[in-house]
């Protein structure tokens, strides 16, 4: 058990600004950021127990994380449970962080982890506030560290977010690498993939994780009995190239998308995708699988989504029951499906685990 | 799936009195069922034996029958009523297994019932502890190692190979009654004895120990498309061992990883899948290693529970209103979330606060019981508190629970554990006690390390930090000091749940004393007031329009304003004994009705089992401790908008009347704070009663022992002892000579329990009364209003003698034996008692008639236990009258409404009897007395007083016997009496025996005794003991009556036998001579049932609806 505990004597004051000018006092924790200031944009996430999966999830590339229950850290964290080599995320707004972890598994603390993969944070923010704000204005852009109000102000109108800006290029790995013993062949495309899913995938088949720039004429080359179209962080609409790319392969290899991987392969079915007001970031989403009408709670973590009735050669197989957003879809006459949310949890519920299972028989099928 | 309509008419079954194990949680959820299915448009048949439910009001179901919950009756009513279905899984254990038994009697089969909710197989999978085991294998989950045995042998082997520590748990039983962790062999065979006993199966399983293991609960609810969602995750602050209903419980769990908690709700769904509970809410308890994080299952209720009810009030998701829901076929995806009403109901709650339940025990009332918890749950009550923070909510609850506690120490209350050396502190604190919280701060903040309270305690190590960050708080701001505090200082200290009370005590030295008001006012000067945030299911995720609120210290409020003309409510707090669901009841009633008449109603209150903070039962819930400062804060807020009517402080019982002194004078509702004084105080309200020359008990007050004999010198024994300030005649005594008054003062002046309650002192002197012996005690609920009216609500005779608390002893309505010329008198000093102190609004007076001559004991204007029964029996809403008379209408304008109809005192009797805790403290002599212990009551209802008498037995468990063999034992002075009860005993038919001195007097006013017994102490050999005599269990009734008290003498021998070997036992000739009196009735009338709205009618002359 780490012993460590920051007491008052070493709070150093912070405050968090948002775009709009809104301000939060709280204390600096984690890495410290270049010159006190750290940007990002603005979400938040519901989940009760799960921050280290969030926080290394590469999909928040370039936001800051604001977790919506008060006690963060309590469990510590363990390398078992990272979803990526590092943190992409900018940041992270908690209520409290723990002074002191307890739980068998961990081997450090979540502030540790902060510091070493250089992650700055700010606590004693009144998150309610924040996320009740960020509900009704959508989430923004926003500043935190321990420098003065107005720099903080100019930080966060400078920073443009997520819009416009091709994140996958920042998250995606470099070299192809290989994960998995199974007997099919799985060419899973890297736009920010977490490990979960991977492991997944890695029980069905020997799975190659190439970069996001591959083109489909290599991925073919490698004969793969399906290809997966990872999660990822950002705009779909400004992931440059990969659309096309996933055209030339639908119809030729079975497709299995998750979230980013969801909005980007129907992108290349040619439908629209469009930003939410506050994105879903949960782990308790209720979504109904059409085709049995049963729900699955589901864990979540999206901006865009695809827009309903944009969709011509593929059919709607789930919904969000909480406000009708468009979370899964199959195409009709070719072997691809893909869903919005995250079917391999981590964190979140294992409900909807039998979607890889559907992927397996959609490979052993073939085209 | 739509709701089913091939079912229309359904049959609820109520959880019965308060019992320890079983408290209003049931009358929450049962309110619920019935609202909701009442507006699907299903006819309702209730059956709960509880006057003081909310549940039980006429206008909740179609058809209320307060009527014992036995199966026999039970079958009477589905033969009268007919219905289609029968839900059982909101009743508590009560009602599951009331359905087993109308199943294994083939009574559901016979008049074609469906079981819904729970079907049979599925309870008797989760309630037999080896089928359960079984089927949790057989889905592969881990289950610590066991055995089960039906008797002494098979248990005996069962150790050889499971090895000690092992838990004993009965089969089919509440509240971990007659379990227990055994360590030695000796400890083990009695354990076994008492559990066998307890199991109405006679099954126990024997469990290698767990203690010290992390616990859980998960709340989960499935519906009949196999949807399932767990709404809520539980840890306990105590582990393994302490029973969760005695332990501080947190929601939601803090110290367990995503991945383990994804595998415990996995684990979860397989289980509620298992056992096959179709629709509704189930409790599933967990086991974690903290060492290897090793999980089992501990065991599933398969119905709503207690910690479902905590579950809906720490996350605003109506558990019991969904569960009904789906018991009638509706899906989860199908119902709306009300709280958001944006979203449906099938999800998962996300919560952004911490909520902490801490219990309430009552162990000063049950001398020679140790306060030490284990696996058998003892506390009468609980707290629930919200805060941002666990520390927050910790504080917020320990000051909740109103024991003179201000939060985590911090207050007087801590010397006691500061005294003690380390080693003796922490050997303390490895024992689960009420204590242990407080134990814990005290060894942090001497530095003991969180190593070693962990290794000693198993409490969870973030949990002992947590408490290290309010030490470290302390330490700080006594370093500061009050006066250089700055805003953010003030900010940072509030956050952690610190009372200005605590801090008023923590800055206060030599120099100066500061109050809690002094802090206050500083501290609003300062800028540092709390904001109210929202409870919304969703962590603010979407716009949630449900009015539930709590303090905390953070920068915005989310306080909806509105412009109505609005009136708090102070409700009651924790449940104790002398406090519970009737205060509760009168707070809804208050509510409802004020609201009916356009009033917008807000209701203060942090016990989390009740009606009264359910979100939608007033306009505005403020989950809040009930102390001067968080009251303060409400009002403050509150008062920011709108027209302020004011603050209702007389329907939550002792709490919120402490309370009406410390508010503005012009906000304190219906009576005023003055008159509530001047009945509590001795000397003013003596003179009071001189004054208006109505007879009191001769008598005076004294703090030393020479004062008190002084007194009974002059008014003679038998004298009652009781302090002043007390609730539910804390500590009273009846002395007979001076040596006994001198060790009853010496016990008050000593540091005893009574030490909490404030001891003896001059500002605190004890009332010496004399005791007016054979006495008939009767209890009088009126109400008065401004113009000087008074409504006589009922007049209550007690069946026990005065001596016995009124909330121990049975009475009736009608007064049966009362002549209309004493009534006449009672009724004419209730009035001018009423009139003398200026009430507005419900005053009760309790009376002690003794050879015709009328004296007033005592007066409480306000709310009293009694009426909720009164209201019931007579068809009069008494609360909702009172409440209406506190805003300003008169009884005359009530009446023109047609709110106020004449009461009904023809056609029934109606017998409200107490039920009590014995059976949990097996040590406690159960003979009753002036001081109450009674956890609740039950009501009979019947044509004569004695089978209304004769039912109220039956529903509090003393079912009368029609046949077989009466043993008496009495007092001298009840002999005469009790030659009556014999004689009558006799004529019907029973065999009579008695010890010899009885049996003596008996024999010679020629009434054959069959069987004489010896006494104990004359250990004449020849004859049986009595003890003998009940363990062959020859003997169906026992009156038994205390012969001088304490645990020698005899009596109490008898009267713990019969409770060891559930033989009904009366402890007063006088409920010995009500007894024969509905044996005789009994015999010739037999059962019949009937529902109130029934009663009410034939009363009011109504035509009866034909069903
Ligand atoms: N094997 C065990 N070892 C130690 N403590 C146990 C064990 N099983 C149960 N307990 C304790 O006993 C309490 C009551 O057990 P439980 O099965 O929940 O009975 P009940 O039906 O009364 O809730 C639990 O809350 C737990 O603290
Ligand atoms: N002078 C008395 N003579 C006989 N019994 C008494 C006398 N005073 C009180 N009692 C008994 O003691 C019980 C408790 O006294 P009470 O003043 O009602 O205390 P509480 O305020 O706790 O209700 C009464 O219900 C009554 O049975
Ligand atoms: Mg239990
Ligand atoms: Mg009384």
């Known amino acids: ?367 | 799936m739509p709701r089913r309509d091939d079912i229309h008419t359904i049959l609820l079954i109520g959880s019965g009195p308060i019992v320890i194990g079983q408290a209003c949680e049931f009358d929450y959820s049962g309110t619920q069922a019935c609202r909701v299915l009442k507006e699907e448009g299903y006819r309702v048949v209730l059956a709960n034996s509880n006057p003081a439910t909310i549940m039980t009001d006429p206008d909740f179901a179609d058809r209320t029958y307060i009527e014992p919950l036995d199966v026999e009756v039970l079958t009477a009513i589905i033969d009268r009523e007919r219905p289609d279905a029968l839900l059982a899984t909101l009743g508590g254990q009560t009602a599951l297994n009331l359905a087993m038994e109308l199943v294994e009697r083939g009574v559901l089969e016979r008049f074609n019932v469906e079981l819904i909710g729970a079907d049979a197989t599925a309870i008797a999978t989760a309630e037999d502890r080896s089928q359960f085991k079984v089927a949790m294998q057989e889905i592969g989950l881990g289950v610590p190692p066991s055995a089960v045995a039906h008797d002494l042998d098979e248990s005996m082997e069962a150790i050889r190979h499971l090895g000690l520590p092992v838990v004993i748990r009965p089969a089919y039983i509440l509240g971990g009654k007659g379990t227990g962790i055994a360590s030695t062999e000796d400890e083990f065979r009695q354990l076994a004895i008492i559990g066998l006993d307890a199991s109405p199966i006679s099954e126990i399983l024997i469990e290698r120990s767990i203690a010290g293991w992390k616990e859980y609960e998960l709340e989960v609810m499935r519906d009949r498309a196999d949807n399932c969602v767990i709404i809520c995750s539980i840890e306990n602050l105590d582990p393994m061992g302490v029973h969760t209903g005695d332990s501080i419980t947190v929601a939601p769990a803090q110290t367990l990883s995503d991945v383990e908690y994804q595998l415990m709700r996995d684990a979860a769904f397989a289980c509620i899948r298992r056992v096959g509970v179709e629709t509704g809410g189930s409790n599933v308890q967990f086991a974690i290693n903290p060492e290897d994080g090793t999980m089992v299952v501990i065991e599933m209720n398969p119905r709503v529970s207690r910690s479902s009810a905590l579950a809906s009030k720490a996350t605003g998701f109506p558990i019991a209103k969904i569960a009904a829901r789906l018991a009638v076929g509706y899906t989860l995806d199908e119902i709306p979330n009300d709280i958001t009403s944006k979203t449906p109901a099938c999800f998962e709650p996300s919560i952004d606060y911490v909520v902490t339940k801490i219990p309430r025990w009552a162990f000063e009332k049950f001398p020679g019981t140790p306060s030490v918890l284990g696996t058998q749950m003892q506390s009468v009550g609980e707290a629930m508190a919200i805060g941002r923070t666990f520390p927050e909510s910790l504080q917020k609850g320990l000051r909740s629970l109103e024991l003179g506690r201000l939060g985590l120490n911090c207050d007087p209350g801590e010397a006691e554990f500061d005294a003690l050396d380390d080693d003796e502190l922490v050997r303390r604190a490895a024992v689960g006690t009420p204590d242990r919280p407080f134990q814990l701060e005290a060894a942090l903040r001497r530095g003991i390390t969180i190593e070693r309270l962990y290794a000693a305690t198993r409490v969870d190590p973030w949990f002992l930090d947590q408490i290290s960050a309010i030490v470290e708080e302390r330490a700080h701001v006594a370093a500061i000091g009050f006066e250089a505090m700055t805003a953010r200082d003030w900010q940072r200290v509030k956050r952690l749940g610190f009372s200005d009370a605590q801090l008023a005590w923590l800055w206060s030295n030599f120099e100066k004393t500061l109050t809690a008001g002094d802090v206050r006012s500083r501290r609003l000067s300062m800028g540092i007031a709390p904001v109210f945030k929202t409870v919304d299911t969703c962590a603010g995720e979407f716009e949630a329009n449900t009015p539930y609120h709590y303090a905390t210290y953070e920068d915005t409020d989310e306080v909806v304003e509105t412009d109505r003309p609005k009136v708090v409510i102070l409700g009651s707090g924790p449940n104790r004994i002398g406090q519970g669901i009737e205060f509760d009841y009168c707070c809804v009633h208050a509510s409802f009705a004020l609201r009916d008449a356009g009033y917008e109603t807000v209701m203060i209150n942090c016990n989390p089992e009740t009606v009264s903070t359910d979100y939608d039962t007033s306009d505005r819930l403020y989950f809040e401790p009930l102390t001067e400062e968080d009251v303060l804060n409400v009002i403050d807020r509150e008062s920011r908008f709108g027209e302020f009517v004011g603050v209702i402080v007389s329907l939550g019982g002792q709490t919120p009347l402490k309370l009406a002194g410390l508010l503005q004078e012009h906000l304190v509702l219906g009576t005023s704070a003055a008159s509530i004084d001047l009945a509590e105080d001795r000397e003013r309200w003596n003179s009071l009663c001189a004054q208006l020359e109505i007879p009191q008990p001769a008598g005076g007050t004294a703090s030393t022992a020479e004062e008190a004999l002084a007194i009974t010198a002059h008014i003679g024994y038998p004298a009652l002892v009781r302090p002043s300030y007390v609730l539910g005649g804390r500590a009273m005594t009846i002395v007979y000579d001076d040596e006994n008054l001198q060790r009853a003062m010496k016990e008050l002046s000593g540091f005893g329990s009574l030490g909490k309650e404030g001891g003896l002192s001059a500002e605190r002197p004890v009332l010496v009364d004399r005791f007016l012996e054979d006495a008939t005690e009767v209890d009088v609920d009126a109400v008065r209003d401004a113009t000087g009216e008074v409504l006589i609500g009922g007049i209550m005779e007690h069946v026990e003698e005065a001596g016995v608390h009124s909330g121990d002893s049975a009475c009736a309505i009608p007064p049966p034996t009362l002549s209309a010329q004493v009534i006449s008198v009672i009724e004419g000093y209730a009035r001018a008692i009423a009139e003398a102190l200026e009430v507005v609004g419900l005053i009760n007076v309790q009376f002690a008639v003794r050879e015709g001559q009328v004296f007033v004991i005592e007066a409480n204007p306000r709310a009293s236990r009694t009426v909720p029964f009164v209201a019931k029996a007579t068809g009069v809403p008494l609360v909702k009258v009172a409440a209406r008379v506190m805003v300003g209408a008169t009884l005359a304008e009530l009446r023109k409404e047609g709110f106020l109809t004449p009461a009904i005192t023809s056609g029934h009797v109606a017998v409200k009897e107490a039920v009590l805790p014995f059976s949990r403290f097996p040590e406690a002599d159960s003979v009753l007395g002036p001081e109450m212990r009674s956890t609740g009551e039950v009501m009979g209802i019947d044509r004569t007083f004695g089978l209304a008498f004769a039912k109220s037995q039956m529903a509090a468990g003393g079912r009368l016997p029609d046949a077989g063999s009466i043993f008496l034992s009495l007092a001298d002075r009840d002999k005469a009496a009790g030659l009556i009860v014999a004689r009558r005993l006799a004529n019907l038919g029973f065999t009579i025996a008695a010890t010899v001195g009885t049996a003596a007097h008996l024999n010679e006013n020629g009434v054959a005794v069959e069987t004489v017994v010896a006494k104990l102490t004359d250990g004449d050999s020849s004859l049986p003991t009595a003890v003998e005599l009940l363990a062959t269990t020859k003997v169906n009734l026992v009156i038994n009556t205390p012969r001088g008290s304490g645990p020698r003498s005899d009596g109490y021998d008898i009267r713990s036998a019969a409770g060891l070997y559930h033989v009904p036992c009366l402890t007063t000739v006088a409920a010995g001579l009500a007894a024969a009196q509905g044996m005789a009735d009994w015999a010739k009338h037999g059962l019949e049932v009937r529902s109130l709205q029934e009663h009410h009618q034939a009363g009011r002359g109504e035509q009866l609806e034909l069903t």
């Open chain 1, 1 to 367: 058990m780490s012993t460590d505990v920051h007491t008052r004597q070493q709070v150093r004051p912070a405050l968090l600004v948002l775009s709009d000018g809104e301000v939060f006092e709280g204390e600096a924790i984690g890495a410290d950021s270049p010159d006190g200031v750290a940007t990002g944009e603005v979400v938040f996430n519901t989940v009760l127990s799960g921050y280290q999966e969030v926080i290394t999830d590469p999909s928040y590339a370039g936001q800051v994380i604001a977790f919506t229950y008060p006690h963060i850290g309590n469990y510590g964290v363990t390398a078992l449970d990272d979803e990526s080599r590092r943190p992409f995320c900018r940041g992270i707004i908690v209520r409290e962080m723990a002074r002191r972890r307890s739980n068998w598994r961990a081997d450090e603390d979540l502030n540790e982890l902060l510091i070493r993969t250089g992650v700055p944070g700010i606590a004693g923010i009144d998150t309610r506030r924040l996320t009740r704000h960020l509900r009704d204005t959508g989430s923004m852009p926003g500043a935190f560290g321990t420098t003065d109000e107005a720099t903080l102000l100019k930080a966060a109108q400078g920073e443009d977010g997520t819009n416009g800006i091709d994140m996958v290029a920042q998250v995606t790995t470099a070299n192809p690498y290989v994960v998995g013993n199974g007997q099919r062949r799985v060419v899973a495309y890297d736009f920010g993939i977490k490990t979960t899913i991977l492991r997944h995938l890695g029980e069905l088949a020997t799975v190659e994780i190439v970069p996001a720039t591959m083109s489909a004429s290599e991925v073919l080359a490698r004969q793969p009995d399906g290809v997966f179209l990872s999660n990822g962080p950002g705009d779909p609409a400004c992931v440059v190239g990969v659309a096309e790319t996933i055209k030339e392969l639908i119809g030729q290899v079975p497709i299995f998308g998750i979230c980013l991987g969801h909005q980007l392969l129907a992108t290349a079915l040619g439908a629209e995708t469009y930003k939410l007001a506050f994105g879903h970031h949960g782990g308790n989403h209720p979504v109904r699988r059409l085709s049995t009408g049963s729900i699955e709670i589901t864990s979540q973590n999206h901006n865009f989504a695809v827009a309903d009735g944009t969709l011509a050669s593929a059919d709607v197989t789930h919904i969000n029951l909480n406000d009708g957003v468009i979370e899964g879809i199959r195409c009709r006459d070719v072997p691809a499906f893909s869903v919005q949310y995250h079917p391999e949890a981590g964190p979140g519920p294992h409900d909807a685990r039998y979607l890889f299972e559907e992927f397996a028989d959609l490979m052993d099928k073939g085209t």
